[in-house]
């Protein structure tokens, strides 16, 4: 689980640098921009939701645990 999770944030990483990239590239020239900016900023929204989605799932089924502090009622 440890390694999808990283596996994840590094793909999250790498589409929020390419974003940053494209917008680098082409953000000086007159010309309109290509849709790379848009479509690296949805594929790394695209990885967040799911990210989040399994690790609610894992959660759910019980593959982990939580370890925060311990709730006192």
Do not use: E, N
């Not at 390694?3 to 917008?23: E, P």
């Not at 594929?43 to 089924?61: D, H, N, T």
């Amino acid at each position: 689980m440890k390694f999808v999770i990283l596996v994840a944030f590094i793909g999250i990483l790498g589409a929020l640098a390419a974003a940053g990239f494209f917008m680098l590239r082409k953000g000086r020239s007159s010309d309109r921009r290509s849709p790379s900016m848009a479509r690296a900023l949805a594929v790394r929204v695209g990885l967040s939701v799911a990210l989040f989605l399994v690790i609610l799932l894992s959660w759910k089924l019980g593959w982990i645990q939580p370890t925060g502090l311990p709730v006192k009622s």
